[in-house]
């Protein structure tokens, strides 16, 4: 444990940007949004109502209308987040050589494991941190505007949503993150297209396996079987945390998770005494 505070500390100071760059790209987006709909709030205002407002809503009441709405901005929010998770996750084990830290981990007295354990921690899960801190301030504004908007002011219900895109980005870093570093310790660079194209060769190669045999072989769909692990992204099913989090598909993304990072760790230090 005393190496392994300072091991994260070290990695948030070597890629604290790639750390902080979404929340601002999310904040940016976000206040151009605010700035709109406060726009058509006064000019609704200016012209005797808010009667843009009165649309047909796809939902049972305007709590539910709200819940999804926080749902998919939450998602939205995990997209960008997604996006330099899996940057930092394909260089986690391979641009160590490049950032100059390869000869200073050699000449510490590190072990492997706790290193490789606070690169992980650190480049795949830290942002859920932002993620959730934001969700929550976002979710209590979107019940403010909600008020002022449509009469209905439901902050549970915001926050449940935002909550679900937590929980669902959570898992995308469970599944992609831990295999794309993985696929780090495997290429030392691209390994974002180099282990995306290995899942190709490997679902086109079962493809033609299951075609030779006329199908009487079956054999297990890559990509599909990866986003499965996902669990129910539709917000019609009546998505609930207490399904998103008891789903058997999460425990399998742990399993799957804890599979890619003790791979991981066991060829970075077959490679580490070879090299």
């Known amino acids: 444990m005393s190496q392994f505070i300072p091991l994260m500390k070290f990695e948030y100071l070597k890629r604290r940007r790639s750390y902080w760059l979404p929340l601002w790209i ?3 987006v976000t206040a151009l949004i605010l700035i709109l709909v406060l726009s058509m709030v006064i000019a609704g ?10 649309m047909a ?7 539910g209308g709200i ?3 926080a749902f998919g901005m939450s998602m939205f929010m995990a997209f960008i987040f997604t996006l330099f998770m899996i940057i930092n996750a394909q260089n986690s084990l391979s641009k160590e050589k490049e950032l100059g830290c390869e000869l200073f981990y050699r000449c510490q007295p590190v072990n492997a494991w706790p290193y490789t354990a606070a690169k992980y921690l ?3 899960y830290v942002n859920i941190v932002l993620l959730l801190g934001a969700g929550i301030i976002l979710a209590i504004v979107m019940a403010v505007v909600s008020f002022a908007t449509v009469g209905g002011f439901y902050p549970g219900a915001a926050l449940q949503g935002m909550f679900l895109g937590v929980v669902i980005y959570l898992k995308i870093c469970l599944v992609f993150g831990s295999l794309y570093y993985l696929f780090s310790s495997l290429f030392r660079n691209n390994a974002f297209i180099k282990g995306t194209a290995l899942l190709g060769v490997i679902e086109l190669l079962f493809l033609m396996i299951e075609r030779l045999f006329r199908n009487t072989v079956v054999l297990p769909d890559i990509f599909p079987g990866l986003f499965s692990l996902l669990g129910n992204l539709n917000i019609e099913s009546d998505l609930s945390l207490k399904y998103a989090l008891a789903d058997y598909r999460f425990l399998l993304a742990l ?5 890619c990072y003790t791979a991981a760790a066991m060829i970075y230090q077959y490679k580490k005494r070879n090299i």
């Open 26 to 28: 999310v904040t940016g």
């Open 45 to 54: 205002r200016n012209y005797g109502g808010l009667a843009f407002f009165n």
């Open 57 to 63: 809503i796809d939902f049972d009441d305007i709590q």
């Open 67 to 69: 819940k999804a709405a």
């Open 122 to 124: 650190m480049h795949i």
């Open 255 to 259: 399993c799957f998770a804890g599979a």
